[in-house]
């Protein structure tokens, strides 16, 4: 199968490098990295030209925001499956495509996902917190579970049939997206119990504490919107399963 990775990006000139050279490392022979650049101005489009390679596609021109160009990468990308690494991301090591190749020659898998680790924007050797997963059972989202969106990989036949990421949302439509499909449409997944992406604290939704109390307000309205009850202590939950994560 051909396997898609969509890298979102505007301006990360300093980052976008170590992104693009951890997708090109992949040992799996057949995937696509599908770079979808918001008309950077900073020099990120000469970064990503200097790394081309047969697998590496790009466009660059203006969008509506973040869940917009994400959207379109899925619109865009030709793999049986699509996932998702951010220009400030890498892939934990060499074997994360051909892991997930193996997890989906399942026919009866729509979805894989695995653990994450958040590394010192300063320092990416230093993890800072580890996000490990499980396997998904019904009710996990109302206690304040979900995979990290980074290391989910779906059929794009999922998409087409589900939708894509809600543009309503500012900062929470992964989380979003993430309850529609598992936990509302209950698609078949699986757990790969390893660290598939390294991620360096400072993205949109942890940024600042403005961020994280947006985002959590958005992931509240995600439950009505599929005409579930707000769960009690739900962000009390959430908050607990993040700080088990820090080191």
């Not at 489009?45 to 973040?66: A, F, K, M, N, T």
Request: proline share 5%; hydrophobic share 45%; net charge positive.
């Amino acid at each position: 199968m051909l396997i898609s990775v969509v890298t979102v990006c505007r301006n990360v000139a300093s980052l976008i490098t170590d992104c693009v050279r951890s997708v090109g490392a992949q040992d799996l022979p057949n995937f696509e990295h599908l770079v979808i650049d918001g008309a950077s101005t900073d020099g990120t489009l000469d970064q990503v030209r200097s790394l081309q390679h047969p697998r590496l596609r790009w466009i660059s021109e203006p969008d509506e925001g973040l869940y917009f160009a994400l959207n379109k990468g899925v619109e865009l990308a030709r793999g049986e499956v699509v996932g998702f690494l951010h220009a400030d991301d890498v892939f934990a090591h060499s074997r994360v495509l051909s892991s997930v190749a193996r997890a989906l020659a399942d026919s009866r898998i729509d979805a894989c996902y695995g653990d994450l680790e958040y590394v010192a924007a300063a320092d990416p050797q230093r993890v800072v917190r580890f996000w490990r997963s499980n396997e998904f059972r019904p009710g996990l989202f109302g206690v304040g579970w979900m995979p990290p969106h980074p290391t989910f990989y779906a059929r794009s036949e999922v998409y087409r049939r589900y939708g894509g990421f809600d543009t309503r949302f500012a900062i929470g439509a992964d989380w979003d997206l993430l309850l529609r499909l598992l936990e509302v449409k209950r698609i078949r997944s699986a757990y790969l119990p390893q660290v598939m992406v390294r991620m360096r604290l400072g993205g949109i939704s942890n940024r600042n504490w403005l961020n994280i109390a947006r985002n959590n307000l958005e992931c509240l309205k995600a439950f009505p919107k599929y005409g579930m009850p707000v769960p009690m202590g739900y962000l009390a939950a959430k908050f607990r399963h993040r700080m088990a994560q820090f080191r």
